[in-house]
């Protein structure tokens, strides 16, 4: 398969498409998507210039968090999804390793958990581009102590994270 990849750190110089990645085979947790759409955020980056250092994956990676894509193949203890499913999700658990194999591909693996069927009324541009960043809005949210007549000032409202703060009600 063509994948996006990167074998040192660096700038987006470092990037390079390959065609000759392989395609991975689900464990029992883990789901094949076919990817349709991918979005990159600031860890992208970040993970790109080597900020994560002995945390990362061994080099090559291919690069990517965020996807939108197609049930290919499901783990034999996968239970949530089949064949077919419109998915979407962030593929990598934060309190794991990161993976070496992203969503800069035509095809990635990751585990059940990690993701959810996409909305119907959402198509596969824009659910990509929700997993980190609503993620994001949604833990600094319930992190903050809010209570009934109180105000918040968005700050950069006009980007991902901002623009779903503002949109975003707690109960």
Same mark, same amino acid.
């Given at each position: 398969?063509?994948?996006?990849?990167?074998?040192?750190?660096?700038?987006?110089?470092?990037?390079?498409?390959?065609?000759?990645?392989?395609?991975?085979?689900?464990?029992?947790?883990? %789901?094949?998507?076919?990817? #349709? *759409?991918?979005?990159?955020?600031? !860890?992208?980056? &970040?993970?790109?210039?080597?900020?994560? =250092?002995?945390?990362?994956?061994?080099?090559?990676? %291919?690069?990517?968090?965020? #996807? *939108?894509?197609?049930?290919?193949? !499901?783990?034999? &203890?996968?239970?949530?999804?089949?064949? =077919?499913?419109?998915?979407?999700?962030?593929?990598?658990?934060?309190?794991?390793?990161?993976?070496?194999?992203?969503?800069?591909?035509?095809?990635?693996?990751?585990?059940?958990?990690?993701?959810?069927?996409?909305?119907?009324?959402?198509?596969?541009?824009?659910?990509?581009?929700?997993?980190?960043?609503?993620?994001?809005?949604?833990?600094?949210?319930?992190?903050?102590?809010?209570?009934?007549?109180?105000?918040?000032?968005?700050?950069?409202?006009?980007?991902?994270?901002?623009?779903?703060?503002?949109?975003?009600?707690?109960?």
């Amino acid at each position: 398969m063509k994948a996006w990849c990167h074998s040192v750190y660096g700038g987006p110089e470092v990037l390079k498409l390959e065609s000759n990645v392989a395609v991975p085979e689900p464990k029992d947790d883990q %789901v094949l998507i076919k990817v #349709v *759409a991918a979005a990159l955020n600031p !860890v992208d980056y &970040k993970r790109r210039a080597g900020i994560f =250092g002995t945390f990362d994956s061994p080099l090559p990676i %291919v690069p990517g968090f965020d #996807v *939108a894509g197609v049930v290919v193949k !499901v783990g034999s &203890k996968v239970e949530s999804f089949k064949e =077919g499913d419109e998915v979407y999700g962030d593929i990598t658990n934060p309190l794991e390793e990161m993976k070496q194999l992203g969503t800069l591909a035509e095809y990635t693996v990751t585990e059940e958990k990690l993701l959810a069927l996409k909305p119907n009324n959402l198509d596969f541009v824009q659910a990509a581009s929700l997993p980190a960043a609503i993620q994001t809005a949604y833990g600094g949210l319930d992190s903050a102590v809010f209570s009934a007549g109180k105000s918040i000032l968005v700050l950069g409202g006009a980007g991902g994270v901002g623009s779903l703060v503002i949109q975003v009600k707690l109960s």
